[in-house]
C-alpha cells in the first residue's frame, strides 16, 4: 500500500454524516453536477496503468451529492492534512472518487502503486480555492512523523515540488519521501500530481519501487482521466 494513507474508519464513519442534497437542485446553479457513485464509474481501469494491476480501497460518497464539510484546511494538523487530503472526502466538494492500484501480488516488469482520485467541487472558485489550499499547505507541512502501527515511526518529507501544466491545466507535482525508523532501507519515493479542470480537482500518486520514475506517465494518467469525467456531462 502507498504511503499516502487511505482514510481511517473514524473519518469515514464522520463523512457519513455530511448532509446531501438531491444532484438537480446543485447543478441548477453551477457546473454540471454527477455523484461519487459515477466519478467511481469514471476512474481508470487498473490496466491503464500496468498490464495485471487490480484495484482496491475504493471508495466514493454515494449517490447523492455531498453538502457539507469535514475539514478546514487551513487550520488541521499536518498529520491529518497528510493522511486525509487524496484519502478521503470532507473539504467541501460535492463528489469524491478513488481508488488504490497494484500487483496485488502478481508478478510484473515495472513495480510501482498508484492512487487516483477525483474532487468534484460545486463551481470553480471552490475547487480553485481548494487547489490553492492544497498548495499552500504543502509549503507549511514540509514533513511529518507517524507512528507505524508496529512500534516504530515513519517520517514523511516533500523532496521537491513544481508548478506544471498537464494539457494546458494547473498542475503541481511534488516528490515525497518516506522512510520508517525500524527499517534500515532506501526511502520510498512517492510522486505526487494534483491537477485542476475547471470544477474538479484529481490526484495521482504513484509510488515507485523498481524504476526511477513514473510510469505510464503521470501526465498521460490525469489527461485520459479527464477525458472521462467529462465525458459523464
Known sequence: ????????????????????????????????????????????????????????NEADSGSKLEHGRLFNMSSMSCARFWTSAGATRGFGETAFATDLVDSDGHVASVYEVFDQTVYQFAGTRVAASFYSQLNAKYRSCRSVSLP????????????????????????????????DSKINVSSLSTVVLWTIDGADVYLIDTTVLNNTSPKPTQASLTLELIARVRALR
Not at 500500500?1 to 444532484?23: D, H, K, N, Q
Not at 467511481?40 to 487498473?46: E, F, I, Q
Not at 515513519?154 to 511534488?174: C, D, F, I, N
Open 1 to 56: 500500500m502507498s504511503f499516502r494513507a487511505r482514510a481511517s474508519a473514524v473519518v469515514l464513519t464522520a463523512a457519513a454524516c455530511l448532509l446531501f442534497a438531491p444532484a438537480a437542485m446543485a447543478s441548477s446553479h453551477g457546473p454540471v453536477q454527477v455523484t461519487g457513485k459515477q466519478l467511481k464509474s469514471a476512474l481508470l481501469p487498473a490496466s491503464d496503468f500496468v498490464a495485471g494491476y487490480v484495484a482496491s
Open 148 to 179: 507505524d502501527g508496529a512500534g516504530g515511526t515513519v517520517r514523511l518529507t516533500v523532496h521537491s515540488e513544481s508548478k506544471q501544466r498537464v494539457g494546458g491545466h494547473q498542475a503541481l507535482q511534488l516528490v515525497e519521501y518516506a522512510s
